[in-house]
């Protein structure tokens, strides 16, 4: 598993650690039933504070992305994902509602947004092997 944190980044750590795991996911790198590393080991590998990564591990199981077992450890969800639910589809306006705002102040495009959207979508989706799932 690869991930890579921008330590300068104005996004908080825990944040980027989980947009690469769920990214991690969808792309299929992660499969249903992965183990992931313990709290303790990601954090000394990553080179972060184990608060962070517990933080991270605990949002992404409230959000049904893993389950966590006394003698499995941290894994990812073997039971199906979760599904589109009201509350995601709200966070999910919020956010592309700045960025199209962020885009038409600087000038970009409905049709340019749009393609811009569609390709982060598509490339989100793609395994490393080139196909979509």
Not at 98 to 117: C, D
């Amino acid at each position: 598993m690869f991930i890579e944190l921008d330590l300068q980044s104005e996004t908080p750590i825990y944040a980027q650690l989980i947009d690469q795991l769920i990214e991690g996911i969808a792309s299929g790198e992660l499969k249903p039933g992965d183990p992931l590393p313990s709290v303790r080991r990601l954090a000394e590998d990553l080179g972060i504070n184990l608060h962070t990564v517990n933080k991270s591990y605990n949002l992404l199981k409230q959000e049904g992305f893993l389950q966590v077992h006394r003698k499995k450890g941290v894994i990812v969800q073997p039971d199906g994902m979760p599904g589109v639910t009201e509350a995601f589809e709200e966070k999910l306006r919020q956010q592309l509602r700045s960025l199209a705002a962020a885009a038409a102040v600087r000038g970009m495009s409905e049709e340019a947004f749009t393609q811009e959207s569609r390709s982060v979508y598509r490339n989100a989706i793609t395994n490393r092997g080139g196909e979509q799932r």
